[in-house]
């Protein structure tokens, strides 16, 4: 059996076997080593140490390891330990246990334990010794990278570590031998730190420098295969091992992106609006229920698409969100997490871009965490299931996005949220379109006032040009913007809905009950097939937002009492009295604006095969035009 089938969880009893080996290696063992060549004579006068001229690279000695002993002399003047000390000591002897508890999974999920048992018994021979042998070298190594990888996930500590050590001298007979040499190899390098910062630091360096080293070794082993593919959790220290990849479960790093602030978007009023709302409604989320008021109350948007034209300020407006979530974050202390699935997370290895995805995914909807996912030129990660020219890789992303974003095992809390951005939404999948919860139109600046304020910001105060006759930035006043923007709404915008409308409008008169915006509804659906019963859950939960449309005060979220730390039924109260009524007005403009976007992107998709048309009729005729020149030249 292989270790592909899904999730192994390690079980606490299992790691508690090996709590006597493991404390013995860090109280004291004894290693046979690689000699270190340079003598630790110091020349006097000189920085530099003597060299004997005799080789000695292959001679061993032992050498007395006690990493207990080691860590305590960092503070020699206090006999108890520091947290500092104590949590690498603890964290040393654990993962001692976890790896040889993970070599023992490798070792039943493989024909080691029967070749272990039967060697036991009587030696083995030929073939099967040394398949016994590759296989107890592979298990050596998995523990080794297994400990590497605990420490490096369960250490303290942000960004990369600035110190550095030297890399094990790693032994790969049996697992015990390969943490005996991961024990002595931390043991030397954090070996006369000067303090508690220094010692963590040597201690997540060294996990780092035994990482790479495994990783340029991996080749050397046969065996490994199997764990490739290995999933290994253990919930109790939230450490999740996934086959080889480099520093599972690393600390994030802190987030480095350039924020935008509000002012400096011009346009896009809808999308910008909506952006701050989502901010701030994402904020209201409660750690301790794991649930957010919003997404009980209604109008909590956990997807949503951005598409627009090239250059119009989709990429400002990821800033922007992301940007003031990390601020409202900081404010908090809660854990925030930005990430974007890419292009560069394709691969053409079959099944790994579905695993990437999921990985993506996870690490966004993290509980405890705030959450914002980024999903840039969707339509060129996620194929359409369609197109056969796509690869597989993309295809799995489209089945996982799918699925996580609206299937059977979907959990909304509302602590994250998920973007997808593109110039050409038609090309992505109607079905992953449909789970998008709201369409934002990024289409940058429009009006005049618009061009006038956007030159002004961009040009910068460096000049002495006169501003004339404009009020600069009172278009983008937001509130007004947006109300011109949904009233704008109020009427269909796109061909075919204006005609569905004006049909409509023509038998039945203006829409004025539930009974008319359901026959309206049908119409739409008889001239554009795929508006579905997705599409009104959707129109329904954005009309839900238009009413949860409160306006939570800035100064809540100033400092962390105000707001964001008040327990869940406090801020639920607090957001419920802001609430106001679901109107016509509003549900016509929710309709009109969904609708508006399917039939824009029917339209698009009819316009590009129309303008390629043109555009190579245009291209046979200069062709024609030349020909005739150059056969008038002689020249044909």
Request: hydrophobic share 40%; charged share 25%; glycine share 8%.
């Amino acid at each position: 059996m292989s270790l592909n089938a899904g999730l192994t969880t390690l079980h606490e009893d299992d790691i508690a076997k090996h709590q006597a080996v493991a404390q013995g290696l860090v109280t004291r063992l004894i290693i046979l080593e690689a000699d270190d060549p340079a003598s630790s004579t110091a020349l006097a006068g000189t920085g530099r140490r003597f060299v004997s001229t005799v080789s000695t690279a292959g001679q061993r000695r032992t050498r007395d390891v006690e990493l207990v002993k080691t860590i305590q002399s960092v503070r020699a003047g206090d006999p108890l330990m520091s947290l500092a000390q104590h949590a690498i000591l603890y964290r040393s002897r654990r993962g001692l246990q976890v790896a040889l508890a993970v070599a023992d999974v490798f070792a039943r999920q493989t024909d080691l334990e029967s070749l272990q048992s039967r060697n036991a018994a009587a030696p083995l021979g030929g073939e099967e010794a040394s398949r016994f042998k590759a296989l107890l070298s592979a298990s050596a190594y998995v523990a080794a990278f297994t400990f590497a990888a605990y420490l490096s996930a369960t250490l303290a500590g942000e960004g990369e570590p600035v110190e550095d050590g030297a890399e094990p001298d790693f032994l790969f007979d049996t697992p015990q031998d390969a943490m005996k040499s991961m024990v002595s190899a931390l043991d030397r390098t954090i070996a006369g730190a000067p303090d508690d910062a220094a010692l963590t630091s040597r201690a997540r360096a060294f996990a780092r420098v035994a990482i790479e080293g495994l990783i340029g070794r991996k080749a050397r082993f046969t065996g490994l295969a199997a764990f490739e593919n290995a999933h290994i959790r253990l919930d109790q220290d939230d450490f999740t091992l996934n086959g080889f990849d480099i520093a599972p479960g690393a600390k994030r790093k802190p987030l480095v992106m350039t924020f935008k602030k509000p002012e400096e978007i011009i346009g896009n009023h809808i999308a910008k609006y909506q952006a701050l709302k989502l901010a701030k409604m994402m904020m209201a989320y409660d750690f301790d229920r794991q649930m957010n008021p919003f997404v009980e109350l209604g109008g909590f948007l956990f997807t949503f698409i951005g598409d627009g034209m090239p250059g119009t300020g989709k990429t400002i407006l990821i800033q922007m969100l992301a940007g003031m979530l990390n601020d409202y974050c900081q404010i908090a202390g809660y854990a925030f997490h930005y990430e974007n699935f890419g292009v560069d997370q394709i691969s053409s290895y079959q099944g790994k871009s579905g695993q990437n995805c999921k990985e993506f995914l996870n690490n966004v909807i993290n509980p405890r965490a705030i959450g914002f996912g980024t999903i840039d030129d969707v339509d060129q990660v996620a194929a359409k299931r369609s197109d056969d020219r796509a690869s597989a890789g993309q295809h799995e992303v489209t089945a996982v996005l799918m699925e996580s974003f609206a299937g059977a095992s979907t959990v909304v809390r509302g602590n994250c949220t998920f973007g997808m951005f593109s110039n050409y939404p038609e090309n992505v999948d109607d079905a992953l379109r449909q789970r998008a919860g709201a369409r934002w139109l990024v289409d940058g600046p429009q009006t005049e006032a618009d061009y006038i304020d956007i030159f002004a910001l961009l040009v910068g105060k460096n000049h002495k040009i006169p501003l004339g006759e404009h009020a600069l930035f009172a278009g983008q006043e937001i509130k007004k913007a947006v109300s011109q923007s949904y009233e704008a709404h109020s009427q269909p915008q796109e061909e075919g809905l204006v005609a569905v409308w004006e049909r409509f409008e023509k038998t039945n008169g203006a829409i004025t009950t539930l009974a008319d915006v359901g026959a309206y509804l049908h119409e739409i659906k008889l001239a554009e097939p795929r508006f579905t019963g997705r599409a009104i859950k959707n129109i329904t939960d954005a009309i839900k937002m238009r009413a949860m449309d409160v306006e939570l005060p800035d100064d809540w979220f100033k400092d962390a009492a105000s707001f964001m730390h008040k327990p869940y039924d406090e801020k639920k109260a607090m957001i419920e009295e802001r609430r106001g009524p679901v109107t016509l007005p509003m549900v016509l403009q929710e309709i009109n604006r969904y609708a508006d976007s399917e039939f824009r992107y029917t339209d698009k998709s009819d316009d590009a095969a129309i303008s390629d048309i043109i555009r190579r009729e245009r291209q046979r005729e200069k062709a024609i035009r030349e020909i005739e020149a150059m056969k008038r030249d002689g020249r044909w």
